[in-house]
């Protein structure tokens, strides 16, 4: 959903008496589901929106309900402006530009340089250091779909590098961490997943038009499972690769261990994603218990270097 187009939508029908929806979806380049989905979104934030039906009807804010700058505190006008600052990464450059102008609009006369010293004091900004150009291409891509309720097609790069071909009815965006995921019903496993904008490739939007479905948003916060799972193992580490580890483990978890090393009590799950976190550290990063952790590591070091005495080797 654009918050481009909701503002906009906004202003129109505080401008007009009543608006068609046929109107609005004219006036927006939208389909009328979208008109309406919108216009819910509108009344669940608060500004009361009511529809008349039948000839000459059309949505309408409610008379008595009046929006001007007092709505909103300098401290609300700068969390807006933080947090739509904060989309940089999914929303294009001049939709973003033309949000931020409109509610910097309410800014109140005389508070524009405590409202911008307040905004400046938190910076959000999604995309990585480097690379990820080709994930922006694809976010909006799938906006576009979620707004006009197109299914989506896509190959997805799963678990252990299995290729698959999906189908997918897509409902949400999601930024967790660093990354980008979508959520939405795959046809195919006849159930809702959450796929990795990433590991798309081939991402097409469809001409099919999907009725959206009631669903449950995904689970997200595994923190409890992950404590529940994990055990503690002994590093030791050079002090190189410390601000690394700490990404990991708390400043508590460290005691010094000669000039230039520590002893590290590491958070560990025996998954592949955790011995590729350790092998990452390299010749920087020793572990010392427990014993089968240790073993496991020397044989996935032995066999990555049969690989480079394989052929091509000089």
């Known amino acids: 959903m654009k918050i481009d187009r909701l503002v906009s939508m906004v202003m129109v029908l505080l401008d007009k008496q009543r608006v068609s929806a046929r109107e609005l979806a004219d006036r927006f380049e939208v389909s009328l589901r979208t008109v309406y989905r919108d216009m819910e979104a509108i009344g669940m934030a608060g500004i009361p ?8 009807g059309g949505f309408e804010i409610m008379p008595e309900y009046k929006l001007d700058k007092k709505v909103f505190s300098a401290q609300e006008i700068s969390a807006l402006l933080m947090g739509l600052s904060s989309l940089s990464g999914m929303i294009r450059e001049e939709e973003l530009a033309h949000a931020l102008a409109k509610v910097r609009s309410f800014i109140p006369a005389g508070r524009a340089e405590e409202i911008a010293c307040k905004v400046n004091q938190i910076r959000i900004d999604v995309s990585p250091w480097m690379g990820g150009g080709h994930i922006q291409p694809r976010l909006e891509r799938i906006q576009a779909a979620m707004q006009e309720s197109r299914l989506l097609t896509f190959a997805y790069i799963a678990h252990h590098g299995a290729e698959t071909s999906r189908t997918v009815e897509p409902c949400q965006l999601v930024l967790k961490g660093s990354r980008w995921y979508l959520h939405g019903y795959c046809r195919g496993r006849e159930d809702f997943r959450l796929f990795r904008v990433s590991r798309m490739w081939n991402l097409q939007m469809e001409e099919e038009i999907f009725a959206p479905r009631a669903h449950q948003r995904p689970q997200l916060d595994f923190e409890e499972m992950g404590a529940a799972m994990q055990t ?16 990991f483990c708390r400043y508590e978890d460290f005691s010094p261990d000669g000039a230039e090393h ?3 009590l590491f958070p560990f799950i025996e998954n592949e994603y955790y011995y590729d976190i350790l092998l990452g550290f390299g010749r920087r990063c ?12 020397k044989r996935r070091i032995q066999d990555m270097a049969a690989i480079y005495e394989g052929h091509g080797a000089e």
């Open 49 to 56: 929106v009511r529809s008349t039906p039948g000839t000459g």
């Open 232 to 247: 503690r193992i002994t590093l030791r580490i050079h002090s190189s690769v410390m601000d690394r580890v700490l990404d």
């Open 262 to 264: 520590y002893l590290v």
């Open 286 to 297: 020793e572990c010392l218990a427990p014993p089968h952790v240790r073993r496991e590591l």
